[in-house]
Nanobody, 127 residues
Framework: QLQASGGGLVQAGGSLRLSCAASGRILSGGFMGWFRQAPGKEREFVSSIKWSGGSTYYADSVKGRFTISRDNVKMTVYLQMNSLKPEDTAVYYC??????????????????????WGQGTLVTVSS
């Protein structure tokens, strides 16, 4: 359902762009999210975007450095990551929710809000 790609090794201050291709039963009326999980830590929210309208939401830790976007024709979501820091090192996961709550973006940082998860792509930022 979800295929994430684009991870790799980059030096601090560098950039990477992650992609997440959605297919099958992912409905365009919902929204997408990026999460990350560093070794020994819990999975944490990074960013979210609605398919319709493109409204976005970011974790404070990445605001101003990361940009989420989507291509509705390709059903692909992107995460442009700039000014990367060693603390951004993690496995990055994309996730999809079939429905948008009227209270969006409340709860978009909750794992349980998402119906589908990708396999993850590793981002390593060296100092």
């Amino acid at each position: 359902q979800l295929q994430a790609s684009g991870g790799g090794l980059v030096q601090a201050g560098g950039s990477l762009r992650l992609s997440c291709a959605a297919s099958g039963r992912i409905l365009s009326g919902g929204f997408m999210g990026w999460f990350r999980q560093a070794p020994g830590k819990e999975r944490e929210f990074v960013s979210s975007i609605k398919w319709s309208g493109g409204s976005t939401y970011y974790a404070d830790s990445v605001k101003g450095r990361f940009t989420i976007s989507r291509d509705n024709v390709k059903m692909t979501v992107y995460l442009q990551m700039n000014s990367l820091k060693p603390e951004d090192t993690a496995v990055y996961y994309c996730a999809a929710s079939r429905f948008v709550r009227s209270s969006w973006p409340s709860r978009v940082d909750q794992l349980g809000e998402y119906d589908y998860w990708g396999q993850g792509t590793l981002v390593t930022v060296s100092s």
